[in-house]
């Protein structure tokens, strides 16, 4: 029923929401000292500041997708994905753009800048969509509050798939940092260095994988 499905959205987002506004404020405050003794750059002080903002919108862009993809609608979270790239690429264009016709250097912060706009965007396509679907049937907001047992199944199967997650982003964290550390001891100064790492994660690895994006999402509608 769809009551019962929006149960389990509501459940799943009242328990990422708060998740991720604590790990916002924390990313926020502790800016400085990941920057500074965790990453060994403090230029990325800002990005992190400015990327810490994205995390609950991606939080409750990621709620409305898994629903819509276990309603079989995943128009919705193609739909999503496509405009969330187009803000992220259109807000880079429009800022660098405004910095050159000043004269001014454009800042990479402007990058993490477009993460952060297209994960509102998206966040708010996806409520707007949310909306469209249950405009026409209002009575299935009614009688929604989720119950225990429907948290404790979710928490169930969330924290496993959690905790895989966590271990997998905390990996992929040790080595964004360590090879920018590695290039310095071979003799590379700062600039080369994040320079040559910027180029494997950004260009080559994705051109390498780039099959895996259409498997991937085959595997994904498949599941």
């Known amino acids: 029923r769809r009551s019962d499905d929006l149960k389990t959205l ?12 604590g790990v916002n404020a924390v990313l926020f405050l502790a800016a400085e ?8 750059e403090a230029r990325t002080i800002s990005m992190l500041r400015i990327l ?3 995390i609950p919108f ?4 990621a709620c ?19 405009l969330e790239q187009l803000a992220r690429v259109g807000c880079v264009f429009l800022v660098t753009g405004a910095d050159l016709s000043e004269g001014r250097t454009p800042s ?41 047992a429907v948290y404790r199944d979710l928490l169930g199967m969330a924290l496993p798939l959690t905790a895989n997650r966590i ?14 550390q590695k290039l310095l001891l071979y003799g590379y100064d700062t600039t080369t260095a994040l320079s040559v790492y910027g180029v494997l994660t950004g260009m080559a690895m994705p ?17």
């Open 10 to 21: 509501l459940t799943g987002a009242s328990i990422t929401l708060p998740l991720s506004l």
């Open 33 to 40: 000292p990941i920057g500074i003794f965790l990453l060994k």
């Open 52 to 54: 810490s903002f994205s």
């Open 58 to 61: 991606a939080a409750l862009h």
């Open 64 to 82: 409305i997708n898994g629903y819509f993809y276990g309603k079989k609608k995943a128009s919705v979270p193609a739909l999503t994905q496509l």
């Open 108 to 148: 990479i912060n402007a990058a993490v800048l477009g993460l952060t706009v297209g994960e509102l965007l998206s966040m708010l396509i996806a409520l707007i969509c949310l909306y469209i679907h249950l405009y026409p049937d209002a009575s299935v907001l009614q009688n929604i509050c989720p119950s225990s």
């Open 167 to 180: 271990v997998l982003n905390i990996l992929q964290s040790i080595e964004a940092v360590s090879i920018p």
């Open 207 to 223: 051109m390498i994988f780039f099959p895996n994006a259409l498997t991937g999402s085959v595997a994904v509608l498949l599941l």
